[in-house]
């Protein structure tokens, strides 16, 4: 077997994403570097995976926010919680972007800013059927440092592991 197939195996079988998750990685970090492991062909998606990610990831930004909304402090049982796109791009799912909103603010605000949009008072979308679209930003090549080092030394673990799992076996 070589490493890119011991990896493979792991994250299918052995390593699941609730313990990525469960070890304190973002599931959109995690669901992102799958991707991009994937994209190579380095790794297979698991079946269901985008689906475990955005599930994930809205428990995720819910705790870090509290369970209260972001804009006016509502929380406890009576309160539907939703998650906000701060920049208005609904494409633009990253847990910097979204943030924990009642879905009365949420409702509110998406109004204002289509009604904005109608205006001309915001130049920064136009309104194509119902969809709010953001023209592409121009902005410096991503750094994925930060991703890259955590995911390789998560990975180096996991060929550690398998290693000595093997020596045992022999
Ligand atoms: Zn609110």
């Known amino acids: 077997m070589t490493i890119a197939e011991d990896i493979e195996d792991a994250l299918l079988r052995r390593i699941t994403p609730q313990e990525l998750f469960d070890a304190g990685y973002n599931p959109g970090s ?14 297979k ?3 269901g995976f985008v689906g475990w990610v955005q599930r994930a990831q809205r428990k995720w ?3 870090r926010d509290n ?6 402090g509502a929380h406890g049982n009576n309160v539907e919680l939703q998650l ?5 791009n609904k494409n633009n799912n990253r847990s910097s972007n979204r943030a924990t909103w009642c879905s009365g603010c949420n409702f509110k605000e998406g109004q204002e800013w289509a009604a904005k949009l109608r205006m001309g008072k915001v130049k920064t979308g136009v309104v194509k059927k119902g969809a709010i679209r953001l023209p592409a930003k ?5 750094d994925y440092s930060r991703l890259v080092q955590g995911v ?18 022999q």
């Open 61 to 63: 930004i819910f705790t």
């Open 30 to 43: 995690i669901g992102y570097a799958v991707s991009r492991l994937s994209s190579r062909g380095i790794i």
């Open 45 to 47: 998606r698991p079946e």
């Open 84 to 88: 906000h796109h701060k920049d208005h």
């Open 152 to 169: 390789t030394s998560f990975m180096g673990d996991l060929v550690e592991t398998i290693k000595a799992d093997k020596a045992r076996e």
């Open 138 to 142: 121009k902005t410096a090549p991503r």
């Open 67 to 72: 369970y209260t909304c972001q804009n006016c």
